[in-house]
């Protein structure tokens, strides 16, 4: 399909989204994207940044990492970096979102960034394995950036490791707030917290639910009042079949919402928005996440395989369509 194709398919952006976009294309593991970094196509970048522009994208990613089939080296990225701002600058002035664990990659992205034309970009992000992260926390305030936490990780002593439960991912996105304010003068409103997201239909551990469960305690705290709760949407409908996933996403963003979710990492060539609560994708997602919830005496995996087979049935059903 090309751009203008996928354009016609989405006449117009919605008007009325109730989060933030994040447009996720300018990342390396897009197919788009990756060519354009191997040919070094300034104008390839242009135009997924006009693309996105054009369908009402908040901001734009930009991750120029390496993938598991391709590498990028951190002299290909830099060299880089110089030429492929100014250009993406040139044709949108949405804000971009620089995305890499690396220090010296947000230092030159924001020493090369023109302000005065996109206004504040968000640096993803920081996290408790990062291992620059005072650093990172110094370029925040440097900078006067947009900040994303990812509190899927929590701090243990001087080391990190993966949340597991709401109760993790809670005391993780209290840990980042302090921090952010603290160390680099950053107000609740500048403060994204992503709060992790799985493919439903492989979650054998609960983090959809964990994370669902985390925002509402996020938000239910009056110290963390004002800040925004985000995920990377695509990872939800990872493995399923392609013809499904927007309305899939969709149900998870309806259900999500009303946890306090305001920003996505996402796709914005797909429509998403909120269904109706009676729809019967946001009802099979629902039952789903429901199932994953283990019963008294049940592990969570147990639960997990129960929630995935409840996905297989929503394939089902779209197979007998």
Known sequence: MSAT?????????????????????????FARSARAWKARDLAGYQQLAKVQTKLGADYLTLNIDGTQSMRVTPKDMYDFLPDLIPAIQEVTSVPLAFDNPSVEFHRRC?????????????????????RKLPE??????????????????????????????ADDVYSAAQQLVEMLQ????????QIIIDTGLAPVGADTYGLV??????????????????????????????????????????????????????????????????????????RLVAEALACGRPAAGETQEEAGFRQAAKIIDLFNEHEAV
Do not use: W
């Open 136 to 165: 990172l926390l110094e370029l925040v305030a440097a900078y006067d950036t947009m900040v994303i936490g990812m509190a899927s990780e929590k701090f243990v002593g001087s080391e990190s490791a993966q949340c597991l439960c």
């Open 209 to 282: 639910n964990m994370g669902l469960d985390a925002m509402r305690r996020i938000g239910a705290n009056p110290n963390l009042k004002g800040v925004h709760l985000s995920v990377g949407l695509t990872n939800f409908s990872f493995g399923m079949p392609r013809e499904i996933r927007e309305r899939v996403e969709s149900a998870y963003l309806t259900l999500a919402v009303t946890a306090g979710l305001d920003f996505v990492l996402g796709n914005p060539e797909k429509n998403l928005h909120l269904l109706d609560p009676g729809d019967r994708y946001v």
């Open 182 to 189: 603290k160390k680099a003068g950053r107000s609740c409103e």
């Open 110 to 130: 924001l020493e090369i960034y023109d302000r005065s034309k996109s206004g504040r970009p968000i640096l993803n992000s920081v996290a408790a394995s990062r």
């Open 5 to 29: 194709q996928r354009l016609q398919k989405i006449a117009s952006p919605p008007t009325q989204r109730p989060f933030k976009l994040i447009g996720e294309l300018m990342n390396s593991s």
